[in-house]
């Protein structure tokens, strides 16, 4: 049984795209395990600052808000709605017209609809990752006028979803300038079929590609993918064995890719790669959750554990929402700090970010059914509620 994600707006009920499953579910217990933390700082570091103390003002209120992001050159806050339409905010008001309304194109139920958002570098085009009538995954690319306007759009790639869980949805450009897709494992419960290890298909990855047209081809795949070339594998691939990588960041400091992936039944977990990195990580899923061996799976040769993960216990705690590593003005002292929070206990954490991994975390704020977090182009961040509101975090 799946973890049932419902917002609090009880006109349209949704559920957000992350597809844990039941704390309540029997036979899947692990005793009782340690608290909640990432690692402690290394031998001979000096301990990182303590966050300062934040708080959230709220600055905008959207439906189902999933996904934030901001265009080159524009101060204007961009926010997906899950029931499909893209939201601008300027200066703290909502613009009456959406940028695009997909409202009648997107599928809602389950754990589908409008999920991620991302502008191209240059700001030129727009990209979104939704679910269509029928529940599969479209990644389309907009062409956006001078004025602001979403123009003609194309589509860039799509993959057929087995089930209606577990579809990912996050969007990101990298420092490289490639478009980053998230993917989920196809869902239902435990990756009956096996996606999260194969090599052959999108499904329980993370993407990279160029997303402009490339000779006929609809979008580029870039050379130095790490499987370009191998048989059997799609060269599309950057990152494998993912359950549901529904929020990724990169730092926008060191690059380095912060992974939030959603758990089964016992684990939620963070993983990190490493700004340099060339790609091609295994992340371990269906073999391990987190840590730990799932369903007698054993550890795949190489395969990357998380940096942080705590456990499914009676806080409420069900579906793990990655942020980025603080880098903004507003609050100094969360400076290089990864934040974190989970959807349904609704807390937001903050770990130093060290040499080799993290600190301890520490809880800083709370958010009712926390969906995503955003940036903008000076580094502020602001924070999604699943039932409205838009958050700026800021220093008290």
């Known amino acids: 049984m799946e973890r049932s994600l419902k917002p609090l707006l009880g006109v349209v009920v949704l559920v957000l795209a992350l597809g844990a499953c039941s704390r309540q579910d029997p036979g899947t217990g692990t005793g009782d395990p340690p608290p909640a933390t990432g690692g402690a700082p290394a031998t001979g570091e000096n301990p990182a600052p303590r966050p300062g103390r934040v708080e959230l003002r709220q600055i905008a209120e959207v439906q189902n808000p999933t ?7 524009d101060p204007a806050l961009y926010v997906t709605e899950q029931t499909g339409r893209v939201r601008v905010i300027r200066d703290g008001k909502v613009a009456d017209e ?13 754990e589908q609809g409008l999920l991620g958002i991302a502008f191209s570098p240059d700001g030129r085009y727009l990209y979104l990752n939704f679910t269509d009538q029928g529940g599969h995954t479209h990644i389309r690319e907009y062409a956006m006028s001078e004025d602001g306007r979403a123009g003609t759009w194309r589509e860039v790639l799509t993959q057929r979803q087995p089930f209606e869980n577990h579809n990912g949805g996050q969007l990101a450009f990298g420092p490289d300038g490639h478009l980053y897709i998230g993917l989920g494992d196809g869902g239902s419960g435990g990756d009956p079929q096996g996606n999260g290890q194969k090599l052959g298909t999108w499904l329980g990855k993370i993407l990279r590609i160029s997303p402009r047209p490339d000779g006929s081809k609809p979008y580029g795949v870039p050379r130095d993918n790490p499987f370009v070339g191998r048989a059997g594998a799609r060269p599309e691939i950057w990152a494998y064995g993912l359950r549901n990588p ?7 400091q060191t690059g380095d890719l912060w992974i939030g992936d959603v758990g089964q039944n016992a684990w939620e977990e963070v993983n990190r790669q490493p700004g340099r990195s060339q790609g091609g990580q295994n992340y371990g899923w269906n073999l391990r959750e987190g840590r730990h061996p799932f369903n007698g799976g054993e550890k795949p040769e190489g395969a990357v554990d998380p940096v942080i993960e705590y456990p499914l216990r009676e806080d409420g705690a069900c579906s793990v929402i990655a942020g980025p590593v603080y880098r903004g003005p507003s609050v100094p002292g969360l400076d290089g700090h990864f934040l974190y929070g989970d959807f349904c206990a609704g807390w937001i954490k903050a770990a130093p970010v060290t040499a080799d991994g993290v600190g301890p975390s520490r809880e800083i704020g709370k ?7 955003g940036t903008d182009a000076e580094g502020n961040v602001y924070v999604l509620s699943l039932g409205g509101p838009v958050y700026r975090l800021e220093a008290r």
């Open 67 to 73: 996904s934030l992001t901001v265009r080159k050159d």
């Open 98 to 110: 959406p940028l695009v309304d997909l409202s009648g194109d997107v599928s809602t139920g389950s």
């Open 246 to 252: 529904w929020r990724f960041t990169f730092d926008s």
């Open 367 to 373: 958010v009712e059914e926390l969906s995503s977090f």
